[in-house]
């Protein structure tokens, strides 16, 4: 079936939102087992139950702050995007945000302040987070730029706001490119998506400051790409283990422990999975399968839900569980306004 591209934005900022809402309850838990996933999914589902609204996070805080500066920009802006985190986390701090990331926050609501770069990179003794932060709210990037060298470029100076070790700042990189490609329909050959990501990454890796910062975390060379190489390998195998991606992938808050095993959700996810209810469609799976985790869930969620949103669309997630979603409905009118964005641009913007 063919989705449109208008409903490819929504579901992806849409789903996005919903993964954060939805992963909050299990954020942190080490063990998560599959029933008390389906449990806590199927209970959106019973309105007699009127539990309330579940709440986003920072992850979604934030993305909000990305698409409404890019939105009032018409593009990235580096002050303006800078001043509405500021302002977000200073209105709203309780969001759940990471412990390091809120010193950049204070910092950067100075109006003193010069160089909106320099508060991140003051961060673990300048080196900067290697947090997944950056990548958490990168979506609405894929959104705004046509072109991959674009999405690659911004996808990385605003996740620098924050994040300005190349850990963090490439995880962004690469969770605003899966979304891109997803938009295009690439989601539809798994295998040439998976490629063209490592393809990509290569690109982004060879830098030397992403290399020195490999050796001295004491990580793979082209850690991004190694790890997305485990993905296809994965991907390859007829049963994996929950264990099995955990070991491979991770499921932290570090940006390489969390932004691969995402893209690794979306594709186990494409196929009918043991375990996973057989009415669900692929959005519902991948988000199911995200929170089986454990770990870093709301923020595994929120990147899978974008990246699956973007193939599926809007239509794709159910009502039930939009509607008790805080900020679904506005994540929705900032998806259109970003596609009417998206269309009146031509292809050097
Ligand atoms: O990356 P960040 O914005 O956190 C995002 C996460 C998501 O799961 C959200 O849902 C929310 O719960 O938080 O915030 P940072 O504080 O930059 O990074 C997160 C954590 O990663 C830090 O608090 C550290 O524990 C760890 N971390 C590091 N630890 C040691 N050395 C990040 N960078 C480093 C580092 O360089
Ligand atoms: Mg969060
Ligand atoms: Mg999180």
């Not at 802006?77 to 500021?86: G, I, L, S, V, W």
Request: aromatic fraction near 6%; glycine fraction near 10%.
């Amino acid at each position: 079936a063919s989705v449109s591209q208008l409903s490819r934005f929504c579901g992806s900022l849409v789903a996005s939102v919903v993964g954060d809402c939805v992963g909050g309850e299990f954020e942190g838990a080490e063990d998560v087992p599959l029933d008390r996933v389906l449990q806590h999914l199927s209970g959106l589902e019973d309105e007699t139950r009127g539990d309330g609204i579940l709440q986003y996070s920072d992850d979604t805080a934030m993305m909000r702050c990305v698409a409404q500066s890019l939105l009032t920009r018409m593009g990235f802006d580096e002050q303006d995007m800078a001043r509405r985190f500021a302002k977000e986390y200073s209105l709203a701090p309780g969001r759940g945000y990471g412990a390091g990331v809120v010193q950049v926050l204070r910092k950067l609501a100075s109006p003193q302040l010069s160089d909106v770069f320099q508060p991140a990179r003051a961060q673990f003794g300048g080196r900067g987070s290697f947090g997944n932060g950056g990548a958490m709210r990168a979506a609405p990037i894929a959104l705004v730029y046509r072109n991959i060298a674009d999405v690659r470029k911004y996808a990385g100076f605003g996740a620098m706001l924050t994040h300005s070790c190349s850990l963090g700042y490439n995880g962004a990189v690469l969770q605003a490119l899966a979304v891109h490609l997803s938009l295009q329909g690439d989601l539809a050959l798994p295998q040439n998506f998976i490629n063209k990501l490592i393809l990509e990454m290569e690109e982004v890796e060879k830098d030397e400051t992403a290399r020195s910062d490999a050796k001295v975390l004491n990580l793979a060379e082209f850690p991004y790409c190694a790890r997305l190489h485990r993905v296809k390998e994965l991907m390859e195998k007829n049963s994996v283990s929950i264990e099995e991606v955990i070991l491979e992938l991770g499921n932290g808050i570090a940006a390489l422990e969390s932004v691969p095993t995402a893209i690794f959700c979306v594709l186990h996810c494409l196929e009918p999975r043991e375990g996973l209810p057989e009415h669900y469609g692929g959005l519902e799976r991948t988000i199911a399968y995200s929170l089986a985790l454990g770990g870093d869930t709301d923020t595994i969620a929120c990147m899978a839900g974008a990246i699956a949103g973007a193939h599926y669309g809007i239509s794709a997630i159910p009502q039930s569980w939009l509607k008790r979603c805080e900020g679904a409905e506005e994540a929705h009118h900032l998806a259109e306004r970003l596609y009417k964005l998206y269309i009146t641009q031509t292809e050097e913007v």
